[in-house]
């Protein structure tokens, strides 16, 4: 049993809420462990296709405990952010697409969290922010790397060195946020999106996921072998056949995940 992240299935969609909206989940060791538990659930489950990360109360989740970072020396720190790096690129390789869904802050060890998931759909009052420079320190869990990734150098610069939080508006403009909807109707959107990624042929679907990630990392010549690559491994499935058979006898395709 969970006690930091409430985990739920549905239609083939996993959704894990951050649940420590006292301290606007903050992100300690606990919760970390438990993310961890839960995406080795998650993984284990053939019958998901897509995985949604979002919070409770007013935050996606503010940051890092600062009370659990505070006393730590050199070497406890390398160990922490080893750790939730590790957790954090775990979730960005993730077999299924991840939805980071932000209602609120998204700060800090929030952010980074929110980065290592492929699509960030953010409501209107949603606040995404680097500030760790002001606490003396700089991001421990890939942000440095994730943000410049997203925004480029010298925006990813700007946002660290300042600390400065930006609104939904600007998120979106950067690059941060790829979507914005009405705060109300925001969980609806997000998954209104899963179902629409999770009626595509799911071994199709990963494969997309697997090509882009890989080639994210390659020269343009390299990108685009690894593209051939997962391209024709997808004529290997059942998928594959059923859909394009589907198109061709004009009717909806049913997809196996084989």
């Known amino acids: 049993m969970s006690e930091h992240i409430i985990y739920h299935i549905a239609d083939g969609i996993a959704t894990l809420t951050l649940n420590r909206p006292k301290v606007l989940n903050a992100i300690n060791y606990d919760l970390l ?76 060890g929030g952010c980074e969290m929110a980065m290592a998931c492929d699509l960030i759909l953010a409501g209107e009052k949603a606040k995404f922010g680097q500030p760790e420079t002001g606490l003396g320190i700089t991001p421990g869990f890939s942000g440095t790397q994730r943000l410049l990734r997203r925004v480029g150098v010298s925006k990813a610069k700007e946002l660290i060195y300042t600390g400065r939080m930006i609104d939904a508006q600007e998120a979106l403009q950067i690059g941060l946020a790829d979507h914005i909807y009405p705060d109300d109707q925001l969980q609806t959107e997000a998954l209104a999106m899963a179902k629409k990624i999770a009626a595509n042929a799911p071994v199709a679907v990963r494969y997309a996921k697997c090509a882009i990630n890989e080639g994210a990392q390659a020269d343009i010549d390299t990108a685009i072998t690894i593209e051939n690559k997962w391209f024709s491994k997808c004529f290997a499935t059942q998928d594959q056949k059923e859909g394009m058979q589907a198109f061709l006898e004009k009717r909806k395709a049913t997809f196996l995940n084989k």
Not at 71 to 93: H, N, P, T, V
Request: charged share 25%; hydrophobic share 45%.
């Open 33 to 108: 462990k438990e993310l961890d538990e839960l995406l080795d659930q998650a993984a284990a489950d053939d019958s998901l296709r897509v995985l949604i990360l979002t919070g409770s109360g007013k935050a996606f989740a503010a940051g890092a405990d600062i009370a659990q970072q505070a006393g730590m020396d050199q070497e406890e720190a390398a160990k922490w952010g080893r750790y939730g790096s590790g957790i954090f690129r775990r979730l960005e390789c993730f077999p299924i697409p991840t939805l980071a869904v932000v209602n609120g802050y998204a700060l800090g």
